[in-house]
Nanobody, 119 residues
Framework: QVHVVESGGDLVQAGGSLRLSCVASGSISLIYSMGWYRQAPGQAREMVAVSTNGVSTNYADSVKGRFTISRDNAKNTVNLQMNSLKPEDTAVYYC?????????????WGQGTQVTVSS
């Protein structure tokens, strides 16, 4: 069984920074992609940043230049460094990993961590 857990969400003032972390545990053979998504109240969940196989990285246009995704394959972790935060960054942030286990591959989501940016 695999578990994905996020941490690091908090209340921060506009212009501030936060660092989110996500770790996967369990019978993991390989993690192909690691990414961060967010969902604001009344809005659809959207991609924030994704690292695929440690080779390619994609960012939402709204966070380019402010957010940085990094992964540590040895520790099954992915981080999201968020700088110059804006009130519109307020959302629940979810970690998503595509994980291969001895019985197959699947998407795994964390429970989410709240980020609130005050103006």
């Amino acid at each position: 069984q695999v578990h994905v857990v996020e941490s690091g969400g908090d209340l921060v003032q506009a212009g501030g920074s936060l660092r989110l972390s996500c770790v996967a545990s369990g019978s993991i053979s390989l993690i192909y992609s690691m990414g961060w998504y967010r969902q604001a109240p009344g809005q659809a969940r959207e991609m924030v940043a994704v690292s695929t196989n440690g080779v390619s990285t994609n960012y939402a246009d709204s966070v380019k230049g402010r957010f940085t995704i990094s992964r540590d394959n040895a520790k099954n972790t992915v981080n999201l460094q968020m700088n110059s935060l804006k009130p519109e960054d307020t959302a629940v942030y979810y970690c998503r990993m595509f994980i291969t286990t001895p019985v197959g591959s699947s998407d795994y989501w964390g429970q989410g961590t709240q980020v609130t940016v005050s103006s």
